[in-house]
């Protein structure tokens, strides 16, 4: 459960870390504001899923599930609906399309591995309590 806190605890660090970045997000790419909106609140979700994993909170087990098959979701939609060019155009950078599809592809199988282990894990996560405090 420690290395599992730890990981998502890096993402909550990765997450903080694409402030001011463009935001790609169901199909779509936000920029300004309101991807620093929604780096805030992904920020906020990461954060709760990090202290529900180190209360072992139940509750906690169904986020992540929940967080995982929503960011499968939205890796799928990105891949298929966002163009090379539009990325590029955001990033202001050029854009390696197969690099683009190897690391997409890693990131889900990454993904589904790590919730199938959280799913064979759901007894470790004990503390029926809905509060985290």
């Not at 995982?68 to 955001?90: D, H, Q, S």
Request: charged share 10%; glycine share 8%.
């Amino acid at each position: 459960m420690t290395l599992l806190g730890g990981l998502y605890l890096f993402f909550l660090l990765l997450t903080v870390s694409s402030f001011g970045q463009p935001i790609p997000l169901l199909g779509s790419i936000y920029l300004g504001r309101t991807a620093g909106i929604l780096v805030f609140f992904d920020s906020l979700i990461c954060l709760y899923l990090v202290l529900g994993l180190m209360k072992r909170q139940r509750l906690t087990w169904y986020l992540l599930l929940g967080y995982n098959a929503f960011e499968l979701v939205n890796t799928l939609t990105n891949l298929l609906v966002i163009t090379t060019k539009e990325l590029e155009n955001a990033v202001g950078t050029t854009v390696d399309q197969v690099g683009l599809l190897n690391s997409n592809m890693a990131v889900i199988v990454a993904i589904l591995l790590l919730s199938v282990f959280i799913f064979r894990h759901r007894d470790s996560f004990s503390n029926r309590s809905p509060y985290l405090f």
